[in-house]
């Protein structure tokens, strides 16, 4: 049963940084896309980033370029999104979601969420 748990959110001053971890369970993470995904209230749900096996690479939405790293951990079967400089306007509810082999932008496209994880950034 394929399994997301994410973690690490919380409260940040604008400027700060926060790790978000999202832990999988039930299937192997090298053959799986991993994308992550912010919803703030009243708004839809953005997609931030997403990594697969492709030799692109890591794919990032323009709003967080450069502010955003995502990286797997194989071992841990554990995909992190590393966010620097956070903005008040970051402040949202953050889910990983997996599909199997490539990336993509569109959450129709993920059969498989995790709960989310809270991030706000305020002073």
């Known amino acids: 049963q394929v399994q997301l748990v994410e973690s690490g959110g919380g409260l940040v001053q604008p400027g700060g940084s926060l790790r978000l971890a999202c832990s999988t369970s039930g299937f192997t993470l090298a053959h799986y896309a991993i994308a992550w995904f912010r919803q703030a209230p009243g708004k839809e749900r953005d997609w931030v980033s997403c990594?697969?096996?492709?030799?692109?690479?890591?794919q990032y939405a323009d709003s967080m370029m450069g502010r955003v790293t995502i990286f797997s951990d194989n071992v841990k079967n554990t995909v992190y999104l590393q966010m620097n400089n956070l903005k008040p306007e970051d402040t949202a509810v953050y889910y990983c979601?997996?599909?199997?082999?490539?990336?993509?932008?569109?959450?129709?496209?993920?059969?498989?969420w995790g709960q989310g994880t809270q991030v706000t950034v305020s002073s």
């Open positions: 979601a997996t599909r199997f082999n490539t990336c993509a932008r569109q959450a129709s496209l993920f059969p498989h």
């Open positions: 990594v697969d096996d492709d030799l692109r690479g890591p």
